[in-house]
């Protein structure tokens, strides 16, 4: 289970198979605005496709590599 401060209350109790295709404004944190803006310069329409995202992984790869993964 997704811990409960990572989510808004809307999907607290949601399964990760089904918050994989949620708006990233599932997220805590990400407004509906920020959703509309991350849409709108990226192409992404919900979390998975935040999680694939080639500057994510890459800025991901940059943070292990300085010694900084999971931080």
């Given at each position: 289970?997704?811990?409960?401060?990572?989510?808004?209350?809307?999907?607290?109790?949601?399964?990760?198979?089904?918050?994989?295709?949620a708006s990233i404004s599932?997220?805590?944190?990400?407004?509906?605005a920020d959703a509309a803006k991350m849409k709108e310069a990226f192409g992404i329409d919900n979390i998975s496709e935040m999680a694939q995202l080639r500057f994510?992984?890459?800025?991901?790869?940059i943070k292990a590599l300085a010694g900084e993964d999971g931080k």
């Open positions: 289970m997704i811990s409960k401060e990572k989510l808004i209350k809307k999907y607290e109790d949601t399964p990760a198979r089904e918050l994989v295709k599932a997220l805590q944190g990400v407004s509906e994510y992984k890459r800025a991901k790869a």
